[in-house]
């Protein structure tokens, strides 16, 4: 999945929804749980299958997959979103020493074949740069995440007289460009996404925080969106818990819809028709 192809997709489904697999199997629909002896693959074979025409990639959250999946190997290795035709990558961060980095990289990578693996910046460069050099695999990098709590560390003014996440960004543009590097950065900070963009013009951010959070799509778009794309604008609980009833797909279906007119409406004022280099 490189770049270009990421902004085809993007195109060609007048779309730059993310749909965040975060399905906890405490809240999926009861009769799932009573007839089928995977009731979370289940869940989101149905829900991949509903929503892939309105979205460009997935999000699958491994923290709640291990606790219903029976194999993890088979989960990934029959996972419903390799026929999704989608840019997907793995939810979870690095919060092991570094030396443990490279097996890691190898389970993201190679057994599971994701496009991207979400990367914590913390730790420094070389708990990130084992990730990079893998064509057409992505980092995301932790900048600015989209709960309350990123106030207590993220916005520190740092002697440059910015903030600590400019800090982070800055930091990690000198280790890939933006054919290999994403940033995370939360749809409550909008002013603070226009912000990066000016810094960070040609990379793509991962958006969470639409949806049950309260991002506003108009205004992160406008803050972050260029021609082409740009973003990934991440939604999972407003989509997956739609209905909770037998109809739930559709209903996830028709969240993931309303968003995904929403964006085409945005891309053609952004003039998406052209491919940004």
């Not at 190679?110 to 084992?130: I, K, N």
Request: contains cysteine.
């Amino acid at each position: 999945m490189t770049r270009q192809r990421l902004f085809e997709l993007i195109q060609s489904r007048a779309s730059y929804l993310c749909i965040g697999l975060d399905t906890d199997a405490e809240k999926i629909p009861a009769f799932l749980r009573d007839q089928f002896p995977d009731p979370l693959w289940e869940f989101n074979r149905r829900i991949i299958d509903a929503t892939r025409p309105y979205c460009v990639a997935y999000k699958p959250n491994l923290a709640f997959t291990r606790r219903w999946a029976r194999q993890a190997g088979s989960y990934w290795k029959n996972s419903p979103l390799h026929r999704s035709g989608s840019f997907y990558y793995r939810g979870c961060q690095t919060r092991r020493c570094w030396q443990h980095v490279a097996a890691l990289c190898q389970s993201v990578f190679r057994t599971a074949s994701c496009d991207a693996v979400t990367v914590a910046p913390y730790m420094g460069q070389d708990s990130v740069t084992p990730f990079l050099g893998f064509p057409g695999k992505w980092v995301i990098l932790l900048a600015l995440t989209s709960n309350p709590g990123s106030a207590d560390f993220q916005f520190a003014q740092q002697p440059e007289g910015i903030p600590l996440y400019r800090k982070v960004a800055r930091q990690a543009m000198q280790w890939a460009g933006p054919d290999e590097l994403m940033f995370v950065v939360g749809a409550t900070h909008p002013e603070d996404l226009r912000q990066l963009r000016q810094e960070a013009p040609d990379y793509f951010f991962l958006v969470p925080g639409v949806g049950a959070q309260g991002g506003d799509l108009n205004a992160i778009s406008q803050a972050g969106l260029h021609a082409g794309g740009g973003l990934l604008v991440n939604a999972s609980r407003s989509i997956l818990y739609a209905s909770s009833g037998p109809d739930f797909a559709e209903a996830a279906a028709a969240e993931a819809q309303a968003l995904q007119l929403e964006m085409q409406q945005i891309l053609e004022g952004k003039g998406g028709g052209e491919v940004a280099k």
